[in-house]
């Protein structure tokens, strides 16, 4: 049996001054009795035994009355865990400082409440214990062993912090740490979202006892920008721009009349007014126009209190002031593509006959148009192949005067495998992919009866499962026409006829324009409009050439980030680990020059201000031992015992029952009489 301390030297006292005095009174009363010799003669043998029995009893009921009433006020318990070690015990805590410890309750907000807790549970343990802290930020200082003063100066600085962890990485944090000869004490001070304690069953360390502190905050709604993207295939300077921004309700009741507002380049761009139904997501699309080439910098905010932290989302984008593309042409097939191109000024358009193709070149291109070539080589198959896997976009059209034998090597060498005959049967096109993103915003209306391109002459592709290949235009028979097939990093699409107006109408064909159009603009790779805090470990950039000394910086005010890079086919890759903490927008700097920008941020995890009850955590800890502490609950060194039991009800229970057995002798028993 085990006691608190302080108090229990007291409490032996306690115990044992009515012992002494009630025997002080025993033996007072033999003398009483003994004095009285004539007296207690004239009774009856069996009046004088009975007499002796009872008082004896009462005695005895008083004196463990007694004893029971103190050892209640000791605390005694059972328990299973090893005594506390002279080399003391390790103490861990852990403070829960996302951004929904925002919240406040009677106590002020959470944050500040379990920083208060953490401080009282410290105080219990002895002046040999070590502590350690732990906190999201799963920070290098807090993972070493301190003393009480030390522990209390870290748990001053803890502030709110955007990282996100679960319930899991933290106890999988608390293990990490051996604790040796020591008793090991877990305390976990949090408010249990859903999203922080999850579903699965927790694994846990069978020789350490979890010990779960809830802290409530009130009942809050909430809204919060949820996402945005874009619908534009490409930014261009002065056209307009469509972004699509999610607001999501995460409260149980409707939210009316939340405003949303885009910023671009601290500039405001666009207003809207949204109503959201509870538990909900509303999309909205916001349109703009007459933006300058370069880096933009972007922010939708909206206005919901009191929960602010998920109240804007920053993201940035380039407006590319032209769009780069190569024509790899035979003879004089590619006037159509001149034609179209070249009205534009966007488009910056170059020509490469075929007998002068410089393979050196390709990387600068964001498109590459193949028309009419009469000997494409194995040479040129391999180029492409890898300037597809950088990210490239080829178009090829086909010459059909040409063997089917030699374009038919040279789209196996391009990584397609399919066999090629020419076929002269003249039919129309029969299906067009209207839900394709190519032309998805091509018809306001569609009609009844599209007219479709006509073919004289064409080339039947086969060898290739259709799952492998996106048909944007199919043929009778589900042949192919124009297809899509994606090629690593980079795509093809195939033509199945030439731009010869001998062998179809499709160059002069109404859809032939936005066909082109759309391929060249969603040939531009375009970074993601934003990453997450904690979970994007690198970030994409276009391909990057650097000297072997040479660095790259990420620069956001006066933080400044060296990522570690790596040049991979297509673009380079630089991987930042958990280097950027705080929300905002970093530049990326090759010397003094800027190649990108990049927005961090948090996670929408915390703002589901659901949280888990009492069975939740129960069910997820399973077997594993552990003790759950609501709000203004016992915080003393007993709720971390290892399987203790607690004995003080136990003992006012046997206090009260040999009182009551000391009033049943007084009552019932037969007294002595005179």
Same mark, same amino acid.
């Given at each position: 049996?085990?006691?608190?301390?302080? #108090?229990?030297?007291?409490?032996?006292?306690?115990?044992?001054?009515?012992?002494?005095?009630?025997?002080?009174?025993?033996?007072?009363?033999?003398?009483?009795?003994?004095?009285?010799?004539?007296?207690?003669?004239?009774?009856?043998?069996?009046?004088?035994?009975?007499?002796?029995?009872?008082?004896?009893?009462?005695?005895?009921?008083?004196?463990?009355?007694?004893?029971?009433?103190?050892?209640?006020?000791?605390?005694?318990?059972? $328990?299973?865990?090893?005594?506390?070690?002279?080399?003391?015990?390790?103490?861990?805590?852990?403070?829960?400082?996302?951004?929904?410890?925002?919240?406040?309750?009677?106590? #002020?907000?959470?944050?500040?409440?379990?920083?208060?807790?953490?401080?009282?549970?410290?105080?219990?343990?002895?002046?040999?214990?070590?502590?350690?802290?732990?906190?999201?930020?799963?920070?290098?200082?807090?993972?070493?062993?301190?003393?009480?003063?030390?522990?209390?100066?870290? /748990?001053? !600085?803890?502030?709110?912090?955007?990282?996100?962890?679960?319930?899991?990485?933290?106890?999988?944090?608390?293990?990490?740490?051996?604790?040796?000869? *020591?008793?090991?004490?877990?305390?976990?001070?949090?408010?249990?979202?859903?999203?922080?304690?999850?579903?699965?069953?927790?694994?846990?360390?069978?020789?350490?006892?979890?010990?779960?502190? *809830?802290?409530?905050?009130?009942?809050?709604?909430?809204?919060?920008?949820?996402?945005?993207?874009?619908?534009?295939? @490409?930014?261009?300077?002065?056209?307009?721009?469509?972004?699509?921004?999610?607001? *999501?309700?995460?409260?149980?009741?409707?939210?009316?009349?939340?405003?949303?507002?885009?910023?671009?380049?601290?500039?405001?761009?666009?207003?809207?007014?949204?109503? /959201?139904?509870?538990?909900?997501?509303?999309?909205?699309?916001?349109?703009?126009?007459?933006?300058?080439?370069?880096?933009?910098?972007?922010?939708?905010?909206?206005?919901?209190?009191?929960?602010?932290?998920?109240?804007?989302?920053?993201?940035?984008?380039?407006?590319?002031?032209?769009?780069?593309?190569?024509?790899?042409?035979?003879?004089?097939?590619?006037?159509?593509?001149?034609?179209?191109?070249?009205?534009?000024?966007?488009?910056?358009?170059?020509?490469?006959?075929?007998?002068?193709?410089?393979?050196?070149?390709?990387?600068?291109?964001?498109?590459?148009?193949?028309?009419?070539?009469?000997?494409? &080589?194995? #040479?040129?198959?391999?180029?492409?192949?890898?300037?597809?896997?950088?990210?490239?976009?080829?178009?090829?059209?086909?010459?059909?005067?040409?063997?089917?034998?030699?374009?038919?090597?040279?789209?196996?060498?391009?990584?397609?495998?399919?066999?090629?005959?020419?076929?002269?049967?003249?039919?129309?096109?029969?299906?067009?992919?209207?839900?394709?993103?190519?032309?998805?915003?091509?018809? !306001?209306?569609?009609?009844?009866?599209?007219?479709?391109?006509?073919?004289?002459?064409?080339?039947?592709?086969?060898?290739?499962?259709? &799952?492998?290949?996106?048909?944007?235009?199919? =043929?009778?028979?589900?042949?192919?026409?124009?297809?899509?097939?994606?090629?690593? @990093?980079?795509?093809?699409?195939? &033509?199945?006829? $030439?731009?010869?107006?001998?062998?179809?109408?499709?160059?002069?064909?109404?859809?032939?324009?936005?066909?082109?159009?759309?391929?060249?603009?969603?040939?531009?790779?375009?970074?993601? =409009?934003?990453?997450?805090?904690?979970?994007?470990?690198?970030?994409?950039?276009?391909?990057?050439?650097?000297?072997?000394?040479? $660095?790259?910086?990420?620069?956001?005010?006066?933080?400044?980030?060296?990522? !570690?890079?790596?040049?991979?086919?297509?673009?380079?890759? =630089?991987?930042?680990?958990?280097?950027?903490?705080?929300?905002?927008?970093?530049?990326?700097?090759?010397?003094?020059?800027?190649?990108?920008?990049?927005?961090?941020?948090?996670?929408?995890? !915390?703002?589901?201000?659901?949280?888990?009850?009492?069975?939740?955590?129960?069910?997820?800890?399973?077997?594993?031992?552990?003790?759950?502490?609501?709000?203004?609950?016992?915080?003393?060194?007993?709720?971390?015992?290892?399987?203790?039991?607690?004995?003080?009800?136990?003992?006012?229970?046997?206090? @009260?029952?040999?009182?009551?057995?000391?009033?049943?002798?007084?009552?019932?028993?037969?007294?002595?009489?005179?």
């Amino acid at each position: 049996m085990n006691f608190l301390y302080p #108090g229990f030297l007291f409490s032996l006292l306690a115990v044992a001054i009515p012992i002494l005095i009630h025997l002080f009174n025993f033996r007072k009363f033999k003398k009483i009795y003994f004095s009285n010799v004539a007296f207690l003669k004239a009774v009856t043998v069996q009046h004088s035994s009975r007499e002796k029995l009872r008082n004896l009893l009462i005695l005895a009921c008083r004196i463990l009355a007694v004893i029971f009433l103190v050892l209640a006020f000791a605390r005694p318990y059972w $328990s299973s865990g090893t005594a506390v070690l002279e080399s003391g015990s390790l103490v861990q805590i852990y403070i829960d400082n996302s951004y929904s410890m925002e919240a406040v309750n009677k106590e #002020g907000s959470l944050l500040d409440e379990a920083k208060r807790k953490a401080k009282e549970i410290a105080k219990q343990f002895q002046l040999n214990d070590k502590f350690e802290l732990l906190t999201n930020d799963f920070e290098g200082r807090h993972q070493r062993l301190v003393n009480l003063e030390e522990l209390t100066n870290l /748990i001053d !600085e803890v502030k709110i912090s955007p990282a996100e962890r679960n319930l899991q990485q933290v106890i999988n944090r608390l293990n990490n740490t051996a604790a040796g000869k *020591r008793n090991q004490y877990n305390y976990i001070l949090s408010d249990f979202q859903q999203q922080f304690a999850g579903k699965s069953v927790i694994q846990t360390n069978s020789k350490h006892t979890i010990n779960l502190v *809830r802290l409530n905050a009130n009942t809050i709604p909430n809204v919060a920008v949820d996402s945005v993207w874009s619908l534009s295939p @490409a930014h261009k300077p002065g056209d307009q721009e469509k972004f699509v921004v999610q607001l *999501r309700n995460y409260s149980a009741n409707a939210s009316s009349g939340i405003p949303v507002k885009l910023t671009i380049n601290n500039q405001q761009r666009a207003l809207a007014t949204l109503n /959201i139904p509870a538990g909900k997501s509303v999309r909205d699309t916001l349109s703009f126009s007459g933006l300058s080439a370069g880096w933009q910098k972007a922010k939708i905010s909206i206005k919901d209190f009191p929960v602010t932290f998920d109240d804007e989302l920053t993201f940035t984008f380039k407006v590319s002031s032209e769009l780069k593309i190569l024509q790899l042409t035979g003879e004089s097939s590619g006037k159509y593509i001149n034609a179209l191109f070249g009205a534009d000024p966007y488009f910056k358009l170059s020509s490469m006959p075929e007998p002068a193709i410089t393979y050196a070149d390709f990387h600068q291109y964001n498109l590459i148009v193949l028309s009419g070539l009469k000997t494409p &080589s194995s #040479g040129l198959a391999q180029e492409l192949k890898t300037y597809m896997k950088n990210g490239g976009t080829v178009v090829i059209f086909p010459d059909l005067d040409v063997n089917p034998v030699i374009y038919s090597s040279f789209i196996q060498a391009l990584g397609i495998p399919q066999q090629i005959t020419l076929s002269k049967d003249t039919v129309n096109v029969s299906t067009i992919a209207l839900k394709n993103k190519v032309f998805n915003d091509v018809f !306001e209306e569609i009609p009844a009866k599209l007219d479709l391109p006509k073919v004289n002459r064409h080339f039947i592709y086969s060898g290739i499962a259709k &799952s492998g290949r996106e048909d944007l235009m199919g =043929l009778p028979l589900n042949q192919p026409f124009f297809s899509k097939y994606r090629l690593a @990093a980079g795509q093809l699409y195939l &033509s199945a006829a $030439s731009l010869n107006v001998k062998d179809s109408n499709l160059p002069q064909h109404p859809v032939f324009v936005p066909l082109l159009y759309k391929i060249a603009l969603t040939s531009i790779q375009e970074q993601p =409009l934003y990453y997450t805090i904690g979970q994007s470990n690198y970030l994409s950039a276009a391909p990057v050439r650097m000297n072997p000394n040479q $660095s790259l910086r990420l620069v956001s005010g006066k933080q400044e980030v060296i990522p !570690e890079v790596r040049q991979v086919p297509g673009q380079t890759l =630089l991987y930042i680990a958990d280097q950027i903490k705080a929300p905002g927008i970093f530049e990326l700097y090759k010397a003094d020059s800027l190649l990108s920008t990049y927005a961090f941020n948090q996670g929408l995890a !915390e703002s589901d201000l659901h949280y888990a009850d009492d069975k939740a955590l129960e069910h997820i800890f399973g077997a594993n031992k552990v003790n759950m502490t609501k709000a203004g609950g016992d915080l003393s060194i007993k709720a971390v015992e290892n399987n203790h039991t607690e004995l003080w009800k136990l003992c006012l229970v046997l206090c @009260a029952v040999f009182l009551a057995v000391e009033a049943l002798l007084i009552r019932f028993f037969n007294k002595l009489k005179t």
